[in-house]
T-cell receptor
């Protein structure tokens, strides 16, 4: 069974602080994808990143960076110099595709990030 | 542009009535999914379908039903057997590890 754990339920920071959102996953599949989504108050899910299980390179996109470590089954997300607009719920998810089958996407419970001015 | 359309955005129903939520995609994706989200909670899988005319129960299927008669459509019916139907419902589709989500339907049962 697949499982995603986001241990931090809520995080509150002051603007310009760096913040890291933790994600730990469990799967027996050798091929899988890891995702991060942002959910603003309007409710839609905003796709942030997809990482293939065979690609452990860290990625940076502007103020966002992701650290994927297969050895610890973790896929952490860091926001550098946080801004008020970063306030949202962030979800880590595990899914994928193999042999013609699309995996169901399993979500963590999410982390509510509040960035205060 | 390709995407997923969920309608309506807000839905109100009286307790005891069945209600059907629409989900249509024009991405030619084989797989489709329904998730439920409660306030302060993550997304839980209700039903999913890998191909037309086939679907499987997710983690919280009780009180829900689906159909997949066309590749583009995966409607979800919330039946009167669902004890706490008030929630935010998200539909998604996927192909080759890429997932697309609709904008959701907020269902309120009074």
């Amino acid at each position: 069974a697949q499982k995603v754990t986001q241990a931090q339920t809520e995080i509150s920071v002051v603007e310009k602080e760096d913040v890291t959102l933790d994600c730990v996953y469990e799967t027996r599949d050798t091929t899988y994808y890891l995702f991060w989504y942002k959910q603003p108050p309007s409710g839609e899910l905003v796709f942030l990143i997809r990482r293939n299980s065979f690609d452990e390179q860290n990625e940076i996109s502007g103020r966002y960076s992701w650290n994927f470590q297969k050895s610890t089954s973790s896929f952490n997300f860091t926001i550098t110099a946080s801004q008020v607009v970063d306030s949202a719920v962030y979800f880590c998810a595990l899914g994928g595709w193999s042999g013609g089958s699309n995996y169901k996407l399993t979500f963590g419970k999410g982390t509510l990030l509040t960035v205060n001015p | 542009d390709g995407g997923i359309t969920q309608s309506p955005k807000y839905l109100f129903r009286k307790e005891g009535q069945n209600v059907t939520l629409s989900c249509e995609q024009n991405l030619n994706h084989d797989a489709m999914y329904w998730y439920r989200q409660d306030p302060g909670q993550g997304l839980r899988l209700i039903y999913y379908s890998q191909i037309v005319n086939d679907f499987q129960k997710g983690d919280i299927a009780e009180g829900y039903s689906v159909s997949r008669e066309k590749k583009e459509s995966f409607p979800l019916t919330v039946t009167s057997a669902q004890k706490n139907p008030t929630a935010f419902y998200l539909c998604a589709s996927s192909s080759r590890g890429g997932y697309t989500f609709g904008s959701g339907t907020r269902l309120t049962v009074v």
